[in-house]
């Protein structure tokens, strides 16, 4: 099909519109079709993007290297444009949607010259379904394509979803460098210096500017999926979440759903895909970054994951940790500042293997191990198909999505937070959702390791006033008729006095959803012991069956350390404060009641 034979007149007029301003080559509308992906690859490789990898290592997949300018996601540059700034919130870069058009048609304008702009329509969730949505991505990137062929569900069939009429978000991106005439391609274009991640979420519009990495250019993602559906699930009554969605399954058959949010890079996509260690208990994946949630005829609270792939962080991934994510990228995978052995597989850290010599770092260079730097960038990533992954959940495609039992929050934190606790209600989840807080990670640019509250793992995703969304999640709880799903607060990470890990993690964190799974059924606080933060595991209700770990240890990982949370308090109520008269009344009463459980004097 040509822009011309295009029935739908907003869509068209849109891209006729976007084309006049940043005077591509030429225009193509992307099919989605196999062909048209091999090829964008073939492509990629002339312009030095992709190597492809050798077929006996990797079949039918590629290697990129970004700009060194160009390796993670920006929050600096990342702008909410609502009418006000009161709408955007505190948490959020706020700037007047006029006055950014006008620097963005700017920057657009001629942007695309030399190149080919592709018209990529897009279904986030299986196209057509209920909980769904369509977005239609232009872009200048060739690279952005073919990975919106592996995170989405692309072309024909979305158009023919979308009819003459239907709503789309329009998500305009350019990677802003231009190929004047005389000028060779660059492999990884970008304009690093003057990066623009914009949201206006009355008009429900992205324009995205001068990255070609992750969540700054597949707009599907953090920008669609979360920012601007954040601000519709608000409006609409339903939830847009950065949650990995896993099922659960005892060893008599009975299986439960459970979404959990964690900041980006703190192991959402080894938990979606973990291997119990505990005999006759399953895990099978829907998603394993975000989750669209809405309550069914029911009663129950339906997620779907609006993906199709996986941006997964590669270093630290090995057939040891996730063997499913391992084979997920086994194939048809694109890897991106990752390292590059001589025979043509990619390497990084973690791995489980020594990096063979001759190998080339995440920026082409030969790698020298005394440089002490890591081959592969700390935010190197794979793409890789859902459908690829063995533990892939037989329902992640329903439409309808997959009923939610329970909710866990969870952050990277060395010390306070117990390995597990549960809320006493709704309104208390919502309270220990609003103060996740966990350790900074290399998935955006910016100091590591420094603790910063993450309320929801959201704070760099929802499109508006976090303060509203508080008050919206408190709302969604009190919808009549609902059937709640459970909430739940872990930690992994907490370390002892010698700075090591407490809790082994990965597959052992499956005695921690085994006793999440009980508690759904559970009557009261059976298995439970409450404590001023909520209910931790009785003693004997946590399977370590098989576990070597002292009982010691265990206390300490389970213990509520009261000094330091009445420490916290102050620095919860100062967070809250600024929200102002947005933050909910309710929260400001969970807070007191968490004091007076502490035993507070203030
Ligand atoms: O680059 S992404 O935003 O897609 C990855 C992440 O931060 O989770
Ligand atoms: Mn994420």
Redesign the pocket.
């Given at each position: 099909m040509t822009i011309g034979e295009l029935r739908h007149v907003a869509l068209r007029t849109w891209i006729e519109e976007t084309a006049s301003l940043c005077g591509p080559a030429d225009i193509r509308l992307c099919d989605g079709s196999q062909a048209e992906y091999d090829e964008l690859c073939s492509r990629l490789i002339v312009t030095g993007t992709f190597r492809p990898l050798s077929r006996d290592k990797k079949p039918h997949s590629f290697y990129a290297c970004s700009d060194p300018g160009d390796v993670?996601?920006v929050e600096d540059r990342t702008f909410i444009c609502s009418k006000t700034r009161e709408a955007a919130g505190p948490t959020n870069n706020w700037a007047d949607p006029d006055e950014m058009k006008r620097i963005l048609r700017g920057l657009f304008s001629g942007a695309m010259r030399g190149r080919t702009m592709y018209v990529v329509p897009y279904s986030m969730g299986p196209v057509g379904g209920p909980l769904s949505k369509i977005g239609v991505e232009i872009t200048d990137s060739a690279y952005v394509v073919a990975n919106m062929h592996i995170m989405t569900r692309v072309g024909n069939p979305v158009l023919e979803a979308l009819g003459d009429v239907g709503d789309f978000v329009p998500c305009l991106h350019s990677v802003g460098k231009p190929v004047l005439p005389g000028q060779p391609n660059i492999p990884w274009p970008c304009d690093a210096d003057r990066k623009y991640i914009v949201h206006f979420p009355e008009e429900r519009s992205i324009w995205s500017y001068g990255s070609g990495?992750?969540?700054?250019a597949?707009l599907g993602?953090?920008c669609f999926a979360l920012r601007i559906a954040t601000s519709m699930a608000r409006d609409q009554g339903w939830l847009a979440e950065?949650m990995l969605i896993l099922g659960i399954t005892n060893p008599e058959g009975r299986k439960k759903y459970v979404a959990a949010a964690f900041?980006?890079?703190c192991g959402?996509t080894n938990l979606a895909m973990l291997i119990p260690t505990i005999p006759g208990w399953k895990v099978e994946t829907v998603g394993d970054?975000i989750a669209w949630m809405r309550f069914g005829k029911d009663g129950r609270l339906y997620a779907i994951n609006p993906e199709a792939g996986f941006?997964g962080?590669a270093p630290g991934t090995s057939q040891s940790s996730n063997p499913n994510a391992m084979a997920s990228l086994a194939r048809d995978s694109i890897f991106t500042n990752c390292a590059l052995t001589p025979d043509g597989d990619v390497w990084w850290e973690g791995i489980g293997t020594p990096i063979p010599p001759g190998s080339l770092d995440w920026q082409g260079a030969i790698y020298d191990p005394a440089s002490g730097k890591p081959a592969a960038h700390p935010?190197a990533?794979f793409t890789a198909p859902a459908m690829a992954c063995p533990c892939i959940d037989p329902e992640w495609e329903n439409p309808e999505g997959v009923p939610i039992s329970a909710i866990l929050f969870g952050g990277r934190r060395a010390g306070v937070v117990p390995l597990v606790h549960e809320a006493y209600s709704w309104p208390h989840g919502v309270f220990m959702g609003s103060i996740v807080a966990s350790e900074t990670t290399a998935?955006?640019a910016g100091a590591l390791g420094r603790l910063r509250r993450d309320p929801f793992a959201m704070l760099?995703f929802c499109g508006y006033n976090m303060g509203d969304y508080f008050g919206h999640w408190l709302d969604v709880g009190a919808t009549p008729g609902a059937i709640l799903p459970k909430f739940f607060y872990v930690n992994w990470f907490r370390k002892g006095k010698d700075g090591k890990f407490l809790w082994p993690g990965y597959g052992e964190n499956s005695r921690i959803l085994k006793w999440v799974f009980e508690r759904c059924d559970a009557r009261g606080d059976e298995g439970a012991v409450e404590t001023p933060l909520g209910l931790v595991p009785a003693r004997e209700s946590l399977d370590v069956s098989g576990l070597t770990i002292d009982a010691p240890v265990l206390d300490e990982l389970l213990s509520v350390d009261r000094d330091a949370w009445l420490a916290e308090l102050p620095g919860i109520g100062e967070y809250y404060n600024s929200f102002g008269e947005h933050l909910p009344a309710g929260l400001r009463a969970e807070l007191d009641k968490l004091g007076e459980r502490l035993g507070s004097k203030g």
């Open positions: 993670a996601r990495y992750g969540g700054n597949l993602k953090k950065h900041p980006s890079a959402k970054d941006f962080v935010n990533r998935a955006a760099p």
